[in-house]
């Protein structure tokens, strides 16, 4: 039977439908694996970004198709509501992987609230701190959009959960 | 007990499923693009905790019965819903109005609901927490804008909430259903809700520099959604929503 470490690191090759760049480890979205060896079956725990997020569908079956590419046929993609996903769940190289991809990654810590007009969102294509929000909702319902003041660009804040 | 456990999760799933469908009804017609994107995504968040509700209800009930059952296959006394949220989407300070009222009112619901003896409740009270404390702040915001705006702006304002406000005390009237789950702790007494509700509209409505509707003196309001008695609006909504399920039954795609 295939070990979890074996499962994790197929994960990793799963990206985000909406973010591409990142993987759904990158993402923090994965609770847990078991692995059942009598009846040979992998259990995926994944807990949903957003309520009405249409991506979790597609990722519970990418999930599934990835595993059977790399050969383990009986697997369960199980959702988890509790604890709600944050984006502090989110690895450190995820968030360097979403800034050169050009979202600004999340800026603070779910719990520490920010007011939107204090929040300093740096620019990912100049760096420049010279920034402004646009909208507080965005293309995806993770995202927010913002303006650089600088060089003048528009682009998304992956937004603090 | 659990069919009443049923009926309780129909109420709260119908809530947020007809609020999220008005709301969709906005996409490609928002005022501006950020207000049509922001109106989309919240419509989104509130069909998706409809979804995980219908989808518990599924579980209780089992025979072969699914998330899109309710939705989907019930008839308009069926639907348990507030007044409030069937009203239809009017002008833009129209949907704001309801969106407050609405949003603070789930705001405070959510928070007092995460302490559900229920874990699956909590659960989802918990997530839709995250969501609605975004969606609040929008719908907050907007009020201020409109009403402390133009003479213009200010005047609709002030009618949206006049015209919605009789329609939201209907939200904090327990039903027999909602004071049998209260009684097990298994919801949160909403009665109890209004006076913070009240208070943090009453802030909103100040920042705004409009006047607070002036309450009824006998505290009469409009109700019967939570008994499946409604407007002639929740058919027309239905027609549109079940329109494909009910042509082509159990068809996928
Ligand atoms: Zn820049």
């Known amino acids: ?30 609770r847990d694996v078991n692995i059942n060896e009598e009846n040979e079956t992998v259990e995926i725990l994944i807990t949903p970004t957003y309520s009405g997020c249409p991506a979790m569908q597609m990722i519970a079956m990418n999930v599934k198709m990835e595993m059977l590419t790399q050969g383990v046929k009986n697997v369960i993609v199980t959702e988890i509501l509790s604890p709600a996903w944050t984006t502090d769940w989110m690895t450190e190289s995820g968030k360097r992987k979403l800034n050169e991809y050009g979202i600004a990654p999340p800026q603070n810590k779910s719990n520490e609230y ?31 959009l913002y303006r650089c003041n600088d060089c003048l660009e528009p682009f998304d804040y992956f937004k603090c959960h | 007990m659990n069919n009443s456990l049923v009926e309780y999760i129909m109420h709260l799933a119908d809530n947020s499923l007809i609020h999220g469908h008005r709301l969709s009804e906005w996409c490609g017609h928002g005022p501006i693009l950020e207000v049509d994107i922001a109106l989309s995504n919240i419509a989104l968040d509130n069909i998706g905790a409809a979804r995980s509700l219908y989808e518990y209800a599924a579980e209780i ?4 019965k699914t998330e899109d059952t309710y939705p989907y296959f019930r008839d308009v006394r069926q639907f348990k819903n507030s007044l409030l949220l069937e009203l239809p989407n009017g002008n833009f300070a129209d949907t704001i109005a309801k969106c407050l009222l609405f949003d603070t009112y789930q705001f405070y619901f959510y928070t007092a609901l995460k302490n559900s003896s229920d874990n699956r409740l909590a659960a989802i009270a918990e997530k839709s927490l995250k969501e609605v404390t975004y969606h609040l702040r929008f719908s907050s915001e907007w009020v201020v804008r409109l009403g402390d705006g133009t003479d213009e702006s ?48 009453a802030e909103t409505i100040e920042e705004a520099t409009l006047s607070f509707p002036l309450s009824n003196e006998k505290g009469w309001f409009q109700s019967g959604g939570k008994k499946g008695i409604h407007t002639e609006y929740l058919g027309f909504i239905l027609a549109d929503l079940q329109y494909m399920q009910k042509t082509y039954p159990n068809s996928e795609w």
Do not use: R
């Open chain 1, 1 to 30: 039977m295939v070990s979890k470490e074996k499962i994790y690191s197929y994960l990793e090759n799963v990206s985000d439908p909406e973010v591409p760049v990142l993987s759904i480890l990158d993402l923090g979205i994965v």
């Open chain 1, 114 to 144: 920010i007011p939107i007009e204090d929040l300093i969102v740096p620019c990912p294509i100049c760096q420049s701190k010279n920034t402004s929000v646009i909208s507080e909702f965005g293309s995806t319902a993770c995202k927010s």
């Open chain 2, 61 to 64: 009930e089992g025979n072969g």
């Open chain 2, 154 to 201: 200010k005047q609709k304002m002030q009618n949206a909430i006049a015209e919605h406000w009789e329609y939201a005390g209907e939200l904090f009237a327990p039903s027999n259903i909602e004071l049998e789950m209260i009684e097990q702790g298994i919801a949160p007494n909403i009665d109890a809700l209004k006076d913070v509700w009240q208070q943090k509209i």
